[in-house]
């Protein structure tokens, strides 16, 4: 990666320091794909020009004949009229210290069969001016467009999660579509979720929210339907991203429980009070921890420990520090679960914002947030920060710092000046002690295997899944050995330059040994190749039996594997 930053760049050549000698013996080239080539007797003090079309041969990362991949992309052979396409909103001209963009965290992707064919079906979600859609399958395995009226009207709202269920108790399922984004604020209509009902023949009528309970206005994360007080109708919890224009502050997030025919009630405060202001949401899960038959709720965000709460007889009780996960505090952005090591026990898989990034965490040095009205405008600046050695530093450069605090610019009139001062040294000790802090601890994407005695054991995921921002988790029998696997996808590219986008991901395919470890597997082995911002994972059944692993990328159009 040759960008350092603005107008700062270096040269697209590999140099190789070699001493004293006067001839290599041999370089050996393996390209991303996996051609591979041998260069023989080279004179050293000399620039040589490789060309990938040179390469004729096929490296073999282990001993043995070229294993066929377990996926093979048939995007092409499919029929999809869909390409997601991401309106161009700046979040920094309006907030300049938030860390990265909030509003770039569609598409949504739903599957099931909505027209009881026997056909599993799509809904893919729109961007700003985007209508979502809905996407019958057919016989031969491709997909007719279908844009309800109401999806239309909609299109103005981002649309960032959706669930199919049966709302109103008529065996149908219904469609709950999450609005997001960070660009619309306060009671902008674009912010209201959406509930749309299924009609029977793949159409659907948008329900009055006002009729069905549903009527709020949030930046929106994710929607996880559950039966959680086992009457027998299903309930939603609805989690919240963020406060737009207020980086940092809680937003409310929502328990709805169901009166069996499609009428929710919020009943956040009297079944769980800790729920509200859980933090920044990005993902949920129900999942029985405990064994008791009543599903518990494992939510992750920003800023925010995984947090579990548990279901006590229909209402959620904050038990995170009974789990030991208080410190656990990190970027999250996914989050599922299976028994993984095959104890009878349910366990957890979180993906954060991995290790390949300029951004340290750990428990004794972490990356912390300052709210405060630092600039004495009347409205709070979110200051972010790291440590260096035993220093924490605001991230923020000193032009940045200073255009928007102006009563620095006296005390740090240059950059000699700026340089090497630490948040201590820059703001006041009353402000710090005003100010809201939020922080991270852990960047690593995790497994918390439950020990069944209230406590989870922590294992970092390998490193080939740290090399970007996980945003989506498939869990399955992959190579069909009886054991959990792990399909992962991430990037994301809503960052400033002087943090750089995160885009080493190609995807991850991890193998579980039913213990709880995983071994990654090689791109050419797995077949399972994916650029660009992947959001969702989902599988869906053809007609001819077949699995196929669909992959939901932002601004982009979705990827279709086939599984061998």
């Known amino acids: 990666m040759t960008t350092r930053g603005f107008q700062s ?7 190789f320091g070699l001493g004293n000698i006067d001839n290599l013996d041999s370089l050996e080239v393996i390209w991303a794909t996996g051609e591979y080539q041998v260069l023989k007797n080279i004179p050293v003090n000399q620039t040589i020009t490789l060309r990938q079309s040179d390469a004729g041969k096929h490296y073999a990362y282990s001993s043995g004949s070229k294993q066929q991949p377990l996926f093979r992309n048939i995007t092409k052979k499919v029929r999809l009229d869909y390409s997601h396409q991401e309106n161009r909103f700046i979040e920094f001209n309006r907030e300049p210290f938030i860390p990265h963009f909030l509003s770039t965290e569609g598409p949504a992707l ?3 069969d909505i027209n009881g ?10 961007a700003k001016y985007q209508p979502g859609g809905i996407f019958l399958q057919n016989r031969q395995g491709g997909f007719e467009t279908i844009i309800d009226s109401a999806f239309i009207e909609d299109s103005r709202s981002e649309d960032v999660d959706a669930a199919f269920f049966d709302a109103n108790g008529d065996d149908l399922p219904d469609l709950y579509v999450v609005s997001g984004g960070n660009e619309f604020f306060g009671k902008a209509e674009p912010l209201k979720d959406r509930l749309y009902i299924n009609e029977g023949n793949g159409r659907f009528r948008k329900a009055d929210p006002t009729r069905v309970g549903l009527e709020f206005y949030t930046n929106g994360a994710c929607v996880k339907p559950i039966d959680m007080d086992n009457d027998g109708d299903m309930d939603l919890f609805v989690g919240s991203r963020s406060v737009p224009r207020e980086y940092g502050s809680i937003p409310k ?10 009428k929710f009630t919020d009943e956040t405060v009297s079944r769980a009070p800790d729920l509200s202001a859980v933090g920044m949401v990005t993902d949920a899960v129900w999942v029985d921890l405990n064994k008791d038959s009543y599903p518990d709720l494992i939510v992750v965000g920003e800023w925010m420990p995984v947090t579990i709460f548990e279901n006590q007889g229909g209402k959620l009780v904050n038990v995170t520090r009974k789990y030991g996960l208080q410190n656990t505090h990190g970027w999250w952005n996914a989050v599922a679960a299976a028994d993984f090591n095959q104890d009878g026990l349910m366990d957890i898989v979180a993906g954060n914002w991995g290790l390949n990034s300029i951004l340290k965490a750990t428990v004794d040095k972490p990356v912390r947030l300052f709210i405060n009205d630092f600039s004495g405008d009347g409205k709070p600046e979110p200051i972010l920060t790291y440590y260096n050695g035993e220093k924490s530093y605001p991230f923020a450069a000193r032009d940045l710092l200073l255009s928007n605090v102006p ?7 240059t950059y000699a000046d700026y340089a090497g001062q630490s948040i201590e040294d820059i703001f006041t000790r009353e402000q710090l002690a005003t100010a809201t802090v939020r922080t991270a601890t852990e960047f690593a994407s995790l497994i918390l295997l439950n020990n069944g005695d209230g406590t989870f054991d922590e294992r970092q995921l390998p490193v080939e899944a740290q090399f970007s921002p996980i945003f989506a988790i498939l869990i399955d029998d992959f190579n069909r050995d009886g054991y959990e696997d792990l399909l992962l996808g991430g990037n994301f590219s809503g960052v400033a330059p002087d943090q750089g986008r995160y885009d080493a991901s190609y995807g991850s395919l991890l193998l579980g040994d039913g213990t709880g470890s995983f071994e990654p597997v090689s791109l050419q082995n797995s077949g399972f190749i994916v650029t660009g ?8 059944q053809t007609a001819a039996g077949e699995t ?14 086939k599984q061998h």
């Open 117 to 126: 064919d026997g056909l599993e079906d799509l809904f893919l979600g729109g």
């Open 9 to 15: 760049s270096v040269e697209p050549i590999l140099n």
């Open 253 to 262: 997030s929502y328990l709805f429980i169901n009166d069996g025919r499609g």
């Open 110 to 112: 739903a599957v099931k």
């Open 407 to 413: 009563s620095l610019r006296t005390k740090y009139p």
């Open 548 to 561: 196929r692993i669909m992959v939901a990328r932002n601004n982009d159009r979705v990827v279709i594997f």
């Open 533 to 540: 911002e992947v959001r969702q994972i989902k599988p869906l």
